[in-house]
């Protein structure tokens, strides 16, 4: 049985850091490149960043510099730091694993900037 599930989430200021992180099981978790997605309230699911099997990493525009993901495939673990934090980046974050034809989501964690 395959699972995704995430931890880290809640409440942060404006200009503060949250670290998410995800545990995979049930799949081989390192032959899988790993994302972050984010559903904001207009409810479109976009990508934050994605990490490949081989490490290369990928960032939207907007997360730049700011957020950074990495992996532990010794952990099964993709992590999310999210340093600087504004208004926007509050949202539901998802968790995503995707290998050829093979894709899984995880539930969601909320995130709140607010001050």
């Known amino acids: 049985q395959v699972q995704l599930v995430e931890s880290g989430g809640g409440l942060a200021q404006p200009g503060g850091s949250l670290r998410l992180s995800c545990v995979g099981s049930g799949f081989t978790f390192s032959h899988y490149a790993m994302s972050w997605y984010r559903q904001g309230p207009g409810n479109q699911r976009d990508l934050v960043a994605t990490?490949?099997?081989?490490?290369?990493?990928n960032y939207a525009d907007s997360v730049k510099g700011r957020f950074t993901i990495s992996r532990s495939n010794e952990k099964n673990t993709v992590y999310l730091q999210m340093n600087s934090l504004n208004l926007e980046d509050t949202g539901v974050y998802f968790c995503?694993?995707?290998?050829?034809?093979?894709?899984?989501w995880g539930q969601g964690i909320q995130v709140t900037v607010s001050s």
């Open positions: 990490i490949s099997s081989a490490d290369t990493t």
């Open positions: 995503h694993a995707v290998r050829r034809d093979s894709r899984y």
